[in-house]
């Protein structure tokens, strides 16, 4: 079990090895839910993205037409929630 001191601003700062436990990256967001007991279970927030918006990012107007490589890099930043 992990100790966190709340600063004076009511804020907590979560370590290195807990966001590495939870697959957080710097950018990325986290979901906390208050419990009925006190205590509060913090995840990783799903990323909230249609698979549309991928193909979306696909498209480039007045554009030449996207590379397999280069789609399956658009794709991979897609599922990232990157732009």
């Given at each position: 079990m992990s100790t966190l001191t709340v600063t004076a601003k009511g804020q907590v700062?979560?370590?290195k090895d807990l966001l590495k436990h939870l697959g957080v990256h710097p950018g990325e967001?986290?979901?906390v839910n208050k419990l009925?007991?006190?205590r509060?279970?913090?995840k990783a927030a799903c990323p909230?993205?249609?698979i549309s918006d991928v193909f979306?990012?696909?498209h480039r107007a007045n554009g030449p037409s996207l590379s397999i490589e280069e789609m399956n890099e658009v794709i991979a930043r897609g599922?990232?929630?990157k732009r």
């Open positions: 700062t979560l370590r967001k986290i979901a009925p007991d006190g509060i279970e913090i909230t993205g249609r979306n990012l696909l599922w990232a929630g």
